[in-house]
């Protein structure tokens, strides 16, 4: 490992504390010159620092996402082995799916503080102030990207808010098909594109902040707004925690667990016998949800008593 990461990592993990400059040589054997030369080289990674003549160098918080900490000792199997961090881009789905030949068939991850056109589905935006969110994509390498689509998109925004729970204790709930909630208010939203045989899980966490109530078609929430402050979130766990889920995930589906996922799903979903108006390719229906199926889509019951199937890719619930 080089020098600057070997000093990203001591500092990291002193989540804000101190480091004399004295520790940091000991501790990495290199001399002051090669420690200052590796400072301004995470400087340059969007690193800041804050020096005090009485106790040293910290890492000041919010910490970038950075790559290195990110990927550091990460235990996955089939996602999120090569990462990759932008400062901004118009958005990261686009970046995984151009960086394919990059990937060189591993698991790639894209992060961005800023995305100039972020997308939502069917169309929509996203919105997100520059380095208040989790903006990241995951590009599923050959294997995993011949699960079925509608699964792993339910999939997907379970394994959001399971790793959001897991990395700082909120509960959310989901509505279909991976809209991930608090109360009436959207905290993250998952967006899964397919582009040939290549699949890209899209999603955007609001973490320090949300978008404003006028620019959204429903009300917004953020972690630092259910938590009441920032001091205990960290951008990079909540990302690890996500992606060591979505892993999880995409192992349990190659094992066929979709009855697994059908009633975690359903049990963060209180959808079931709500009479809701959908639209689906280009037509309006309504009707009572009865069930959400993880290979056909949300099955609702027409007024006729028929049982009709709306997959995720094509429905959306209107108001
Ligand atoms: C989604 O679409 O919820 C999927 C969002 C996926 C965003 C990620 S960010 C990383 C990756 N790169 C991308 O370009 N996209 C993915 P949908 O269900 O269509 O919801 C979109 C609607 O949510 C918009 O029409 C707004 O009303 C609302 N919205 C936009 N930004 C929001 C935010 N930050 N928080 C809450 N709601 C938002």
């Avoid at 995409?250 to 108006?277: F, K, P, Q, Y």
Wanted: proline letters at 3%; glycine letters at 10%.
């Amino acid at each position: 490992m080089g020098l600057a990461n070997q000093i990203l990592e001591l500092l990291y993990d002193r989540q804000g504390g101190f480091f004399a400059l004295e520790e940091l040589v000991r501790a990495t054997d290199a001399d002051h010159a090669k420690v200052e030369e590796a400072l301004v080289e995470l400087t340059q990674r969007g690193h800041r620092f804050e020096r005090s003549p009485a106790h040293g160098v910290r890492l000041m918080r919010p910490t970038v996402m950075d790559a290195h900490l990110i990927e550091r000792n990460l235990s996955v199997e089939h996602i999120g082995r090569y990462v990759l961090c932008f400062n901004e881009v118009d958005s990261t789905n686009d970046i995984a799916f151009s960086s394919i030949s990059q990937a060189a068939g591993q698991a790639l991850v894209v992060t961005a503080e800023y995305q100039r056109a972020g997308r939502g589905r069917l169309g929509r935006k996203w919105f997100s102030p520059s380095g208040s969110a989790v903006l990241a994509s995951v590009l599923l390498h050959r294997q995993a990207s011949e699960l079925p689509h509608e699964a792993l998109t339910l999939a997907a925004g379970l394994s959001v808010a399971e790793g959001i729970e897991k990395s700082t204790g909120v509960t959310s709930t989901l509505d279909w098909p991976n809209d991930v909630v608090i109360g009436e208010s959207k905290l993250a939203g998952v967006l899964v594109e397919v582009r040939g045989k290549e699949v890209v899980i899209g999603f955007g966490i609001n973490i320090f902040s949300s978008p404003p109530a006028g620019k959204l078609s429903r009300r917004a929430t953020c972690l630092a707004k259910e938590l009441g402050g920032i001091s205990s979130l960290e951008r990079i766990e909540i990302l690890r925690t996500v992606l060591g889920r979505m892993d999880w995930w995409v192992s349990a589906l190659r094992d066929g667990l979709t009855d697994e996922l059908h009633d975690l799903w359903c049990s963060r979903c209180g959808m079931v016998n709500r009479r809701i108006h959908i639209q689906s390719s280009g037509n309006r229906f309504t009707g009572r949800v009865i069930d959400v199926s993880p290979l056909e889509g949300l099955v609702v019951l027409n007024d006729n008593g028929q049982r009709l199937y709306f997959p995720a890719a094509t429905s959306t619930i209107v108001k």
